[in-house]
């Protein structure tokens, strides 16, 4: 019975490991430094099924010193769906005014069914305190 060896390769042992670690997100910044002269913003997540009917109601107050993390996980049938409304916060806060109504819809597929989208629904109310 011939006997086999696996030579060992030893692949190169770069400092990947490490550099991958530094280059981790950077957390992010402050409302302040984001949105200057900004006192206070409120946002009102407001989740509808994909019948259009209420499901949940998350509200969330940054203060001036809050790191601006504008997003919040789709409560529905995707399961890794994300609303993100940095985008309209900014928008907001260029534009001058005080109040914004966003509207969106999960398009992730559904995880019971991928053929289907989750089609969760989201109404964002931003106020913002200057
Ligand atoms: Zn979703």
Same mark, same amino acid.
């Given at each position: 019975?011939?006997?086999?060896?696996?030579?060992?390769?030893?692949?190169?042992?770069?400092?990947?490991?490490?550099?991958?670690?530094?280059?981790?997100?950077?957390?992010?910044?402050?409302?302040?430094?984001?949105?200057?002269?900004?006192?206070?913003?409120?946002?009102?997540?407001?989740?509808?099924?994909?019948?259009?009917?209420?499901?949940?109601?998350?509200?969330?107050?940054?203060? %001036? !010193?809050? /790191? &601006? $993390? #504008?997003?919040?996980? @789709?409560?529905? *049938?995707?399961?890794?769906?994300?609303?993100?409304?940095?985008?309209?916060?900014?928008?907001?806060?260029?534009?001058?005014?005080?109040?914004?109504?966003?509207?969106?819809?999960?398009?992730?597929?559904?995880?019971?069914? %991928? !053929?289907? /989208? &989750? $089609? #969760?629904?989201?109404? @964002?109310?931003? *106020?913002?305190?200057?």
């Amino acid at each position: 019975m011939p006997t086999f060896y696996k030579k060992r390769r030893r692949g190169p042992s770069g400092p990947n490991k490490n550099e991958k670690k530094v280059m981790r997100r950077q957390p992010e910044s402050s409302l302040r430094e984001r949105f200057p002269g900004v006192t206070a913003l409120r946002v009102e997540f407001h989740f509808l099924s994909p019948q259009n009917e209420p499901y949940e109601d998350v509200v969330r107050n940054f203060s %001036p !010193s809050d /790191p &601006c $993390d #504008f997003s919040a996980p @789709c409560p529905g *049938r995707c399961g890794n769906g994300h609303f993100d409304v940095t985008d309209a916060a900014r928008a907001l806060h260029q534009g001058g005014g005080d109040t914004a109504e966003e509207n969106r819809v999960c398009r992730e597929p559904a995880h019971t069914d %991928p !053929s289907v /989208p &989750c $089609d #969760f629904r989201l109404t @964002c109310v931003l *106020r913002l305190t200057r």
